[in-house]
């Protein structure tokens, strides 16, 4: 057996952008050491995005319940949910965080949107300055970790990830002062934030956020951190998790959190970097 590793971010056909069966990712979690592993389906309330209305709760909860009746001796799967956050959505957001948020285990507020709801993807980059487009995203990023409402933020600095070639000069040190800012509010909030492991296997070639971004949040003090691959294909399950720990024990981090009922517990890396 391999070391035990928790995947906190996979997708379903719950999600529009995925088309891999549940069975299929948890048949692939066993095999790839991952131990717990959270069904993160996007809940999308921007009207502009293709996924809009698509995802059904009920549908969900009888995907999970099928799946812990087939798997659940060999892996703790967890409900969860990723959240898209924007200022223009709020109110449909915080209604569906009252409605459903105490019926999951673990809950992801991601910012996918700019302005004017339009995903950023690379033609958002159109017109505007890496500061601009990042300026407007951490924003929006502060204001969801000032709500309160979700377990863990994901991929902290994704814009990197859709940059056109007119705009590949990203570089995390001139954002420095405000990530810091940020961070000063999520140790504030008892907010944590993802590692998610996607762009090592894809653009940008690493982690969202990467390394230096980890290092400016433990000097605030953070220690709260979660862990997934966004997964939309099995074969992806469990990928890059074991780096990320010793990435994240290298920056001073030396607990990723495990959750149930959207409570979560720090367990230590060095546990699972340890072979059973």
Same mark, same amino acid.
């Given at each position: 057996?391999?070391?035990? /590793? ?5 997708? =379903?056909?719950?999600?529009?952008? +995925?088309? *891999?069966?549940?069975?299929?990712? +948890?048949?692939?979690?066993?095999? %790839?050491?991952? =131990? #717990?592993?959270? &069904? @993160? ?19 969900? &909860?009888?995907?999970? $319940? ?9 892996? @703790?799967? /967890? ?14 957001? $915080?209604?569906?965080? *009252? =409605? ?5 285990? &673990? ?15 690379? #033609?958002?980059?159109?017109?505007? @300055? %890496?500061?601009?487009? &990042? ?20 991929? /902290? ?32 909030? %008892? ?5 998610? =492991? ?23 003090? !953070?220690?709260?951190?979660? @862990?997934? *691959? ?9 990928? !890059? ?32 970097? *340890?072979?059973?």
């Amino acid at each position: 057996m391999g070391n035990p /590793l928790f995947d906190y971010h996979v997708h =379903t056909t719950c999600s529009v952008d +995925c088309v *891999t069966p549940i069975e299929a990712s +948890c048949q692939a979690a066993i095999e %790839n050491g991952v =131990t #717990e592993i959270a &069904f @993160t389906d996007h809940v999308d309330h921007q009207p502009a995005d293709e996924g809009y209305g698509f995802y059904k709760p009920e549908v969900y &909860f009888e995907s999970i $319940e099928r799946v812990r009746s087939q798997f659940g001796d060999k892996l @703790t799967i /967890l409900a969860g949910a990723e959240v898209d956050y924007h200022d223009d959505t709020r109110p449909v957001v $915080e209604k569906w965080i *009252t =409605t459903w948020a105490d019926k999951y285990d &673990f809950i992801i507020g991601s910012v996918h949107y700019g302005n004017g709801g339009q995903i950023i993807f690379p #033609e958002y980059f159109e017109g505007k @300055t %890496n500061d601009e487009v &990042f300026a407007d995203y951490f924003a929006q990023i502060q204001r969801a970790v000032e709500t309160g409402w979700f377990d863990t933020i994901g991929h /902290l600095d994704i814009p990197k990830r859709y940059m056109p070639k007119t705009h590949q000069n990203y570089d995390p040190a001139r954002y420095k002062d405000r990530l810091q800012e940020l961070f000063r509010i999520f140790v504030e909030q %008892n907010q944590a934030f993802e590692i998610n =492991t996607s762009g090592i296997r894809q653009r940008p070639k690493t982690s969202m956020p990467g390394p230096v971004i980890v290092e400016w949040y433990t000097e605030a003090g !953070g220690t709260k951190i979660t @862990t997934g *691959t966004d997964s939309h294909a099995a074969q992806t399950v469990g990928a !890059g998790l074991e780096t990320t720990y010793n990435m994240l024990k290298l920056c001073g981090i030396d607990t990723v959190l495990s959750y149930r009922n959207r409570k979560g517990t720090a367990v230590p890396i060095d546990g699972l970097l *340890t072979r059973p």
